[in-house]
Nanobody, 115 residues
Framework: QVQLLESGGGLVQAGGSLRLSCTAS????????MGWYRQAPGKQRELVATITIGGITNYADFVKGRFTISRDNAKNTVYLQMNSLKPEDTAVYYCNSRRFHTDYWGQGMQVTVSS
C-alpha cells in the first residue's frame, strides 16, 4: 500500500498562487508516476498534471503555462506550483500515485479561488 500525505491547499484570490505538496510513504518501490487531479462540485474528477519517475510531465490544457509539476525523488514528494489562479480552478485537489498499474489517492484538499 502507498500512503499519500497532501498539504498546501487553501483560499487564495484570483491571480494568486498556491503550492501543493504530496509525500508518498509505505510501499513506494515501483511507483512509476505521481500527479494531481481535481474535482469541482457536480463535475467528474479530471487530470491536472502528472510526472513520471523519469521526469516526463503531462498537463491538462487548462493549466498549461500556469501550473508546474515537479518532484523530489529523494523525498518521494511531488509538488504542484499553481500561478495565475482563476475562480474556475476551485476544486478538491487529489494527489495520485501509480504503482504497478494500481492507482493510490490522497484524501484531497480544498483549493478555493475567490474573484
Amino acid at each position: 500500500q502507498v500512503q499519500l500525505l497532501e498539504s498546501g491547499g487553501g483560499l487564495v484570490q484570483a491571480g494568486g498562487s498556491l503550492r501543493l505538496s504530496c509525500t508518498a510513504s509505505g510501499s513506494i518501490f515501483g511507483i512509476s508516476a505521481m500527479g494531481w487531479y481535481r474535482q469541482a462540485p457536480g463535475k467528474q474528477r479530471e487530470l491536472v498534471a502528472t510526472i513520471t519517475i523519469g521526469g516526463i510531465t503531462n498537463y491538462a490544457d487548462f493549466v498549461k503555462g500556469r501550473f508546474t509539476i515537479s518532484r523530489d525523488n529523494a523525498k518521494n514528494t511531488v509538488y504542484l506550483q499553481m500561478n495565475s489562479l482563476k475562480p474556475e480552478d476551485t476544486a478538491v485537489y487529489y494527489c495520485n500515485s501509480r504503482r504497478f498499474h494500481t492507482d493510490y489517492w490522497g484524501q484531497g484538499m480544498q483549493v478555493t479561488v475567490s474573484s
